[in-house]
């Protein structure tokens, strides 16, 4: 594991791609490939690792949102808008575990007090299966979050991919 809210590029790549897996509208085969991705990343640098680049992307996506509506009258404000809506829609996935909902919105509360997620998340030790699955889905709907604000889908998925071939492209 990295230091200080340090995660390792792979991960964060990884992170993206258990988003493009739960996203409905991500073709099978590129589900599929995008499936492949995160085991070869959990394969490489760790299931932990690629938790906390899920993490750094949850910080990532809140603190967008959060800048990108400064000074709109009608802007979500984190606290009361913001973190509950996301929070409030976790019960959809069957699969979130209601005991990880504290952490998951510590993360996100850290994220809208312009903290570092990560090393904020990191100071209480390894993030277990459950939680990392929870994050995964606050990832999910922070990012339909941000479609839906934009009210064109997919909107925040050629963000990220634009994002990453331009950091493979400057050698990173």
């Given at each position: 594991?990295?230091?200080?809210?340090?995660v390792v590029d792979?991960?964060?790549?990884a992170?993206?791609d258990?988003?493009?897996?739960?996203e409905?509208?991500t073709?099978?085969?590129?589900?599929e490939q995008a499936q492949?991705?995160?085991t070869?990343?959990?394969?490489a640098?760790?299931r932990q690792?690629?938790s906390?680049g899920?993490v750094?992307?949850?910080?990532?996506l809140t603190?967008y949102l959060?800048?990108e509506?400064a000074?709109?009258?009608?802007?979500?404000?984190?606290?009361?808008d913001l973190?509950?809506a996301?929070?409030?829609?976790l019960?959809t996935?069957?699969?979130?575990?209601p005991?990880e909902?504290?952490?998951?919105?510590?993360?996100l509360?850290?994220a809208?007090?312009?903290?570092?997620?990560v090393?904020w998340r990191?100071?209480?030790?390894?993030i277990?299966?459950?939680?990392?699955l929870?994050?995964?889905?606050?990832?999910?709907?922070?990012?339909?979050?941000f479609?839906s604000?934009?009210?064109r889908?997919?909107t925040?998925?050629?963000l990220?991919r634009e994002?990453?071939?331009?950091?493979?492209a400057?050698?990173s």
């Amino acid at each position: 594991m990295t230091n200080e809210g340090v995660v390792v590029d792979e991960a964060i790549r990884a992170a993206w791609d258990s988003y493009q897996v739960l996203e409905k509208r991500t073709p099978a085969e590129e589900r599929e490939q995008a499936q492949l991705r995160v085991t070869a990343a959990m394969d490489a640098c760790g299931r932990q690792e690629v938790s906390r680049g899920t993490v750094f992307l949850v910080g990532v996506l809140t603190g967008y949102l959060i800048s990108e509506q400064a000074g709109r009258e009608d802007r979500l404000d984190p606290l009361s808008d913001l973190i509950p809506a996301v929070i409030r829609r976790l019960p959809t996935f069957e699969m979130a575990d209601p005991a990880e909902v504290p952490m998951a919105t510590g993360v996100l509360m850290a994220a809208a007090m312009g903290m570092d997620t990560v090393a904020w998340r990191d100071q209480f030790g390894q993030i277990p299966p459950k939680e990392a699955l929870v994050h995964s889905f606050v990832l999910w709907l922070l990012a339909d979050l941000f479609d839906s604000l934009h009210e064109r889908p997919g909107t925040i998925d050629r963000l990220m991919r634009e994002t990453f071939e331009s950091m493979a492209a400057g050698g990173s």
